[in-house]
C-alpha cells in the first residue's frame, strides 16, 4: 500500500488581491453565500454587513458540506466563516453535540462562542469549555444538553475520556489555528478527540500559515478536501505598517514609554517575551499615567477574563501581554502594537502585529531593538518571513504613525545585509561568552549606509544553515567525548550533573525556545512537550531521574557488596 504524505487537494481556490485593504474587504454580500435567512438577519444586526474575500470563497463550499482547509492571514475574517458554519444546520429538537470547535487558548474560545452566540438561532445552545473553570458545571452543562461546543484540548479531554461529552453525533468538527495546533503535545489531544467523532462529518481546517508538517499531519482528517487561500505567499495585514527602531543603549521600557507619548493611538497592545517583565512594564506605565494592565498565564482564569473584558469595554489604554494573546484576540480599537523585543518565531510575529488593524483598520507596529541580540533575532526574523519593516529613530516618530501611509512609504527599508564574514549570531539563545560590540546587519535605504561596523556584515544563509544543525552537531561531539574516554579508559570520571560547554549552550537554546511558548500550556502539556521536543530526561533539572539514577546506584552498590564481602566465619 502506497501510503500518502503530503494532503492533495481536489480544489485549489485563490482569493489574491493586489489593492490596499482588500484582504477584507469585498463586493459580495451574504445573500449570494447559501446561508438561510435567520443567519443573515443576525449577521446584520450585529455590524456583518459585508464580507470579506476569504469568507465568500470558503463559506459556499462550506455550506455544501465539503471538509476544507483555509489559509487566511490574521484578521481577515476566517473566525466567522466556521462561526456561520456553525450556526446552520442545527437540530434544535436534539441536545446531542452536534457542532464542535478547538481553539489553542481560552481567551480565543471565549471570544468565539461569543461570535457564535450572535449568529445562532433562538434556542440553541452554545457552551464554551476550558481549563481552569469548574469541571462539575461543565458536566452539569452536557446533561441538560449542549449544540454546540467550544473548548480547549485538555479540558474536551478530560470530558471525552469521562464519557461527559458525547461526539457520536457530530456532524461539524473545527480546528482553528491549526498550524499551532497540530505540532507538539497538542496535536496528541486533537487526534484523541477526532477518534470519537462519526466517520460521517464535516471537518474544517483554519490557519494564518501552512508550514510542511500541518500537511502529512491533516492526512487522517480530510476526505477529498478543498484549499481556500488568501494571499497564501503573504501573511502581512496590508493596512499594518510595520517600524523597527534601534534603540542600543537605552532602556526598551522606556523607549515604549516615549512611543506611547509621541503617537495618537485609541488603543495598544505592547508584547514581552515573558511574565516578569509584563509585570515591570505595567508598573513603569502606570506611574507615567497610561492606563494599563498586563496578562499572562499566571493570572487565574477569572483575571484574565476581567482583563479581555476591560480592554474591549475601552477601560485600558495598553495591555501587556505575553504570547498568550499574541493569536486570536481581537479588539476593534487596538490601532497599535509594540515588541518590547522581537519574538523567537517568525509565525509569532505575524500573529502579534495581526492585533492591529482588524477588518481592514489602519494601524501600526513598532519592534524595539535595544541590544545586539534583539537586533540579530530581529534580522533571522526579517529573512525568514520576508517582513517588510521600515526603520525609523524614536525622536523622529511622527503622532499620526498608525495612519500616515506617505511617512512610512518614505522610511527607509530594513534591510539584511548577507555579504561578508561568517559570525555565529543566535540572539537570546546565545552562550555566557562575551558578545561583540559590533552590529552583524546594516540597514540600508537607496544605497545609504548607516555608519555601523566598518567591517563587513556575517552571512545570514550559512548562519541560519549552522543554526540548524546545530542540535545534531552536539550530539555528535558528545557521543565522540563519551568513546575517547572508554578507549583511553580513564578512572576519573567527570561528574555527570555539571554541563559541558556544548550542554550549556544548548540548555540556553533550549531555554529561549521553551520560553517562546510556555504559557500556552497547562504544567501537564508542558512537562510533556519538554521531554518529547528537547529529549532532557538526561538534564540536571530533573529531579525525578536523577533520584532514580541514584535510587539504581546504590541498588547496584549493595548487591555488589553482599557479592563480594563474605561473611564472618563461625565459631569453633
Known sequence: ILMQDELVFTEIIEVDEDERTSDVISDGSFKSLLLTQGTMDNLLKHGFKKPSPVQVKAIPPGMAGLDMLVQAKSGTGKTLVFAVLAAENLKLSSKAVQKLVIAPTREIALQIGDIIRKLVPKGTRTEVFTGGTSVYEDKEKLKKGVHIVVGTTGRLCQLASENCLNLSSLNLFVLDEADKMMSGVFAKDVNFLYSCVPPMRQVTVFSATYPPHLSSSLIPFLRSPIHVRLNANDVQLVGVKQYVSRCFGTDPIQAAIVAFASIQFKQSFLFCNTAESCSRVVDRLMEKG??????????????????????KSNKIKVLVSTDLTARGVDAD??????NMEPPFEVETYFHRIGRAARYGGQGASLTILSSSKSLSRFAYLVKEGGIRAKNIQMDAITPTLTTNRPFFDACPLFIVNDKGRKERIDGDRETNNDVENKDPIEMMSSGNQLEDDEESTPDFSQ?????KNLSSTLKKNEAASEQKEEIIGETKKKFKFVPSRANKSRKYYMRGEMVSIRDAFTTDQWNEYAREKFDISQEPFIVEASVEKKKCSRKEKDSVCMTLVPPPPLPP
Open 463 to 467: 548562519l541560519i544553515d549552522e543554526a
Open 290 to 311: 497610561i492606563e494599563a494592565a498586563a496578562i499572562s498565564a499566571q493570572l487565574e482564569q477569572s483575571e484574565r477574563e476581567d482583563v479581555i473584558k476591560r480592554l
Open 333 to 338: 480599537n487596538v490601532d497599535l502594537v509594540i
